[in-house]
């Protein structure tokens, strides 16, 4: 005979109590999970109850006649739990094309769970339509610029065991947010040991850079270093540091923004440089400076014994504390030229 | 006389394209802190929503990137002689309902309003630029309101600013479209494409 098959979702920590189908309760019958039998002692009758279950019972769960051990049931146990409310992010990459919703879950269900966004604009409902890849995205086409009226974003997720929702509502420029700049370059200037060229392109996303311009930010450190220098760029897609510490190697990101909406991209990937220097001399002592040392002075490279300068005296400005040990070479090569 | 297309006059319209984004930039600015004044003065919930109000510009548009360089002045200066004109009411208002009690807001409002003139006056002189002169201005403000209550002249003049607001922006990526070499037609990509 034909044996009833489905889908049974039970949410974890309840009781559940199968039917053999149609077998009468005194009915003897056989119980398996997943092809093992199930001990006598979860039965009553011909039930099978499972108490306080976890996710470690989903399965095939399969009933049998007792003598003829014909199918008489069979389910597939989805033990899972409704959802909990989900997490939605609206953002415009794009401007002034559109923008897209994505959204998560903050813990999984373990059951298939559907999306359902809806996007109205005052009185308009608009479509927001779904990416093949990822699946938990969709965007939309502006339809109006310059807009006052917000958008009202709310996305539901529904599975067998419950349904939850959320709701995003913003302005038309407060989502606005560039991917990061591409391809940042850093560079040494020859024949200049503070300088490092920094060059990198507008996001590929953002559609029109000549209508709507981006800004930029860019931050650099050494190393060596935790203390970030800043710089914000109004145009242009290159900037040369100038205050580099010789001989470091420097750690640089940029980031953007629309001229004059929205928020800060995320920083780019970090790149790498060390700003020029002269083939290095391999002193150790201002003894060995004295008396090698050139007359040149556009190539000074301070000796491996020249100590950092304190973080505080150089936080936040360019100008380059004179530390003590600098100061004595720099009397040393004021001795030489004499 | 194809006076928008001679080298001078192209640096000309360039020249004053600039400067005008400069002052909508900074008018921008200007307005931004006087929403927050006003919503504090007026004891507004800064996240109110104000349905349209009759008679006041309407920033939003869905065919932007489709505007050429006229359209655009044109429609900035019919909206900045509106604001010049509800600016007026709204600081005659202020004046009725505090005297001179909160000269905070008055100074702010007067600060804006001195700037929507200007800039309409700017816009002005890019319209001679092209060639086809600014409209008159007849018949050209927004049209006479039945008298509101207070609690409805406080609302309407949040609707005011925060379109106002909408427009500065507007205004700098009109300006910027018009600034772009070529007959200042300045359609961008970005919209739904039809």
Redo the contacts between chains.
């Keep these: 005979s034909s044996a009833d098959s489905h889908i049974q979702y039970e949410r974890v920590g309840a009781d559940v109590t199968m039917k053999c189908g149609s077998m009468d309760w005194d009915a003897a019958v056989t119980w398996t999970a997943n092809g093992t039998d199930i001990d006598d002692s979860h039965l009553n009758g011909s039930y099978l109850i499972l108490k306080n279950v976890d996710l470690t019972q989903s399965g095939q769960y399969s009933c049998y006649e007792g003598s003829s051990w014909h199918l008489k049931y069979q389910t597939y146990l989805r033990v899972g739990t409704p959802p909990k409310e989900p997490v939605l992010m609206c953002r415009s990459n ?4 559109g923008f897209y919703c994505s959204w998560h879950l903050p813990s999984p269900t373990y059951i298939p769970n559907s999306f359902n966004i809806s996007v109205i604009h005052g009185t308009r409902e608009m479509v927001c339509e779904k990416d093949i890849f990822p699946k938990n995205r969709c965007h939309i ?10 958008y009202k974003v709310t996305l539901t997720v529904t599975n067998a065991l419950g349904k939850n929702s959320t709701t995003l509502t913003f302005d038309e ?1 407060a989502i606005v947010k560039p991917d990061p700049p591409e391809s940042v370059v850093a560079k040494p200037v020859p024949n200049n040991p503070r300088r490092l060229e920094v060059a990198w392109q507008n996001p590929s996303s953002w ?2 850079p ?4 981006l800004k930029f930010f860019l931050r650099y450190r050494p190393l060596i270093l935790d203390q970030w220098q800043h710089v914000e760029l109004s145009d242009g897609t290159s900037h040369t540091i100038t205050d580099a510490y010789a001989g470091k190697e420097y750690i640089i990101q940029v980031a953007a923004k629309d ?3 929205g928020t800060w991209s995320d920083w780019s990937v970090a790149v790498h440089a060390t700003p020029w220097t002269e083939e290095p001399k391999h002193l150790t002592t201002e003894a060995q400076v004295t008396e090698t040392t050139s007359a040149s002075t556009s190539s000074f490279v301070p000796p491996p014994t020249t100590k950092i300068c304190d973080k505080g005296a150089v936080v936040g400005s360019g100008a380059v504390a004179v530390c003590w040990t600098a100061g004595l070479v720099l009397a040393a090569y004021g001795v030489l030229f004499i | 006389m194809a006076a928008a297309d001679a080298p001078s006059a192209t640096l000309r319209r360039r020249d004053l394209c600039n400067r005008g984004i400069r002052l909508a930039r900074k008018m921008r600015s200007d307005i931004a802190d006087l929403l927050d004044i006003y919503v504090e003065r007026q004891g507004l919930d800064a996240s109110a929503s104000v349905a349209a109000v009759e008679g006041v510009p309407v920033a939003a548009t869905e065919c932007w990137s489709e505007q050429t360089g006229t359209q655009r002045l044109l429609d900035n200066l019919a909206a900045y002689r509106s604001f010049r004109v509800l600016l007026a009411q709204m600081l005659e208002e202020q004046r009725e309902q505090l005297g001179d009690a909160d000269t905070t807001l008055g100074r702010a409002l007067a600060a804006v309003l001195l700037q929507v003139s200007a800039f309409t006056y700017h816009l002005e002189e890019l319209l001679q630029l092209e060639s086809c002169g600014p409209p008159s201005e007849e018949g050209a403000g927004p049209p006479a309101l039945p008298r509101l209550s207070l609690f409805e002249q406080k609302l309407r003049g949040l609707g005011v600013l925060r379109e106002l607001a909408q427009w500065a922006v507007r205004s700098v990526r009109d300006l910027r479209q018009l600034a772009k070499p070529g007959p200042g037609s300045g359609s961008a990509p970005g919209m739904a494409e039809s």
Excluded: A, C, G, W
């Excluded at chain 1, 794009?94 to 094309?97: E, F, T, V």
């Excluded at chain 1, 086409?141 to 917000?150: A, E, G, I």
């Design positions: 794009n401007y002034p094309k086409r502006y339809l109006q610029l310059f807009s006052t009226v917000k420029f559609p029109d000549e209508s709507f311009p001229n004059d909406i």
